[in-house]
């Protein structure tokens, strides 16, 4: 067969630099679109086949996916917001007066990233809320039902420490009402208390744990577990609404 | 004796011992040995897609949001002026409003840790497998929701606003000791609310999947009250107010 002979199509896609892109042809037909799903870094957290089900827009919302976008949009608009802040007493005020006002779009990214954590807190809550009423929680989802948990606790661990580095009266406020929940824990509380705060005031110690904890820490650990998450939605069978579809159909005794 | 395997089990046989079979030439797109007919569709575009909507939308609602309203930022933080009220993030603000009723022990740390323990034990409780992947797992699953979300909504703002007309902290300032008075009877008023409930249920004898639908609802709907209370309720010197009466022009939404 001579290059000529083939579509344009085929000649993309059998040439050399795509093959060591994409081990998989044109995704028009199961092997490739399979391959397509299995193949990819980023895609290979879906599964191959989903029920049409667990499509269904009245039964997940969408609630998980909005959670990652929020998650995405956070992040990109974060490390925007991180080439302006300094994590100093003296300095993140001004730094924040500088976004809003002299920073081109600053304030507007500023808007986004505190628009969507408060977006993201809330999500996750009616994620997981709608987890629950569906049931999905239920094997073999457990764990992956106490990653999404895990995963709540950082979100609000993620949004709680981002409170504070505007450093204006009401991050100070909000922050030392906050913290001094903790300390009431009996033995341990104080303890916990001034090695979140690096002190026993909110100050310049508490100011770059919160930073380093709010731009590395807890996103890195949500990362992963983010990852983990979609990884075992796949290997848990998909969506919950999966199970329903698969005990209608036919059950095969040697799957499952 | 009735056959109860279900209708495509006949279709499709697992285990015959016939040297035949009934074949039939299909359309469709892949090989399905040893399976019945499945509602499955390539995720591959579909789910990208899909994904892809829900990018484009959610980045829009937040463009948009932060195009019209502008994150809050108040003068510098002063350690030596209190804001009033000072309140935690709204996601903690159910905990705040909490700590109004009774102890901070109580309140700040070991409701907390009972509700975060619930939840990672939850899966782990409720094994069973049915009720999966269907919204309230079954029609009486969606009464007991219902019934449960009306209790929840009339009892608890009902304690709210009795503690808060007769704090149990004044009433029993002198006759008894504050362990009791902010201790132990909260945590008793706090759990004859969730048993009422489930007293009423066991004459229904629940499953397991049942009881943890009355006492997620509890939860849930308790955090969604406490939340609102403190968040819209509560004005200067966290006293309560209703949200379009706020002394001093406070607004509860400029905390956000």
């Given amino acids: 067969m001579t290059v000529q002979s083939k579509s344009r199509l085929s000649f993309l896609t059998e040439s050399r630099v795509w093959r060591s892109f994409f081990r998989h042809g044109w995704p028009d037909n199961p092997l490739d679109r399979s391959l397509t799903m299995t193949s990819n870094v980023f895609f290979h957290l879906h599964p191959v086949k989903v029920s049409r089900k667990s499509l269904r827009w009245s039964y997940s919302f969408g609630l998980g996916v909005i959670s990652a976008i929020l998650f995405a949009v956070l992040v990109i608009t974060g490390v925007i917001l991180m080439f302006y802040y300094v994590p100093s007493i003296e300095r993140a005020y001004p730094a924040m007066k500088e976004i809003q006002l002299s920073v081109p779009l600053g304030e507007f990214t500023r808007n986004m990233h505190r628009w969507s954590a408060h977006a993201m807190v809330l999500v996750v809550i009616l994620h997981m809320v709608r987890v629950f009423y569906t049931g999905a929680y239920k094997p073999p989802r457990e764990f992956n039902w106490v990653v999404g948990v895990s995963l709540l606790l950082m979100t609000l661990g993620a949004s709680f420490t981002g409170y504070l580095l505007p450093w204006d009266q009401l991050s100070y406020w909000a922050i030392t009402v906050g913290t001094n929940i903790a300390g009431y824990a009996p033995v341990a509380g104080p303890a916990m208390r001034e090695m979140l705060l690096g002190g026993a005031d909110v100050g310049q110690n508490a100011l770059i744990r919160f930073y380093t904890l709010h731009i590395a820490v807890v996103p890195l650990i949500m990362i992963v577990a983010i990852s983990i998450h979609l990884w075992r939605v796949r290997k848990d069978g998909g969506l919950a609404a999966n199970d329903v579809a698969a005990s209608n159909r036919a059950a095969n005794p040697k799957a499952k | ?256």
Avoid: C
């Fill in chain 2, 1 to 256: 004796m009735p056959d109860q395997s279900p209708v495509t089990d006949e279709i499709f046989p697992q285990h015959t011992n016939k040297t035949y079979a009934l074949v039939e030439l299909m359309h469709g797109e892949s090989p399905l040995v040893g399976k019945g007919p499945d509602d499955t569709v390539f995720s591959f575009p579909v789910v990208l897609l899909w994904e892809i909507v829900l990018l484009l939308g959610v980045t829009l609602v937040i463009f948009l949001f932060s195009l019209f309203k502008q994150a809050p930022l108040e003068a510098i933080a002063n350690p030596l002026i209190t804001t009033d009220p000072a309140k935690a993030p709204w996601y903690f603000i159910g905990l705040q409003e909490l700590l109004e009723h009774m102890h901070p022990l109580l309140a700040g740390i070991l409701i907390p840790t009972i509700l975060v323990l619930f939840l990672v034990a939850l899966p782990y409780i409720d094994h069973a497998r049915e009720g999966a992947g269907v919204w309230f797992s079954s029609a009486r699953g969606k009464r007991i929701v219902a019934l449960t979300a009306l209790y929840t909504v009339i009892v608890m703002p009902a304690y709210i606003l009795f503690d808060n007309a007769f704090s149990l902290r004044e009433l029993l300032r002198n006759s008894a000791p504050q362990w009791v008075a902010q201790g132990l009877l909260p945590a008793l008023i706090i759990l004859v609310i969730n048993v009422i409930p489930l007293l009423v249920l066991w004459r229904w004898k629940p499953s397991t999947r049942e009881v943890m639908l009355t006492l997620f609802t509890i939860l849930l709907v308790s955090a969604v009250v406490f939340t609102l209370s403190g968040f819209l309720f509560r004005g200067p010197g966290f006293k309560m107010y209703l949200p379009w009466q706020m002394p001093n022009g406070y607004n509860p939404f400029d905390g956000l």
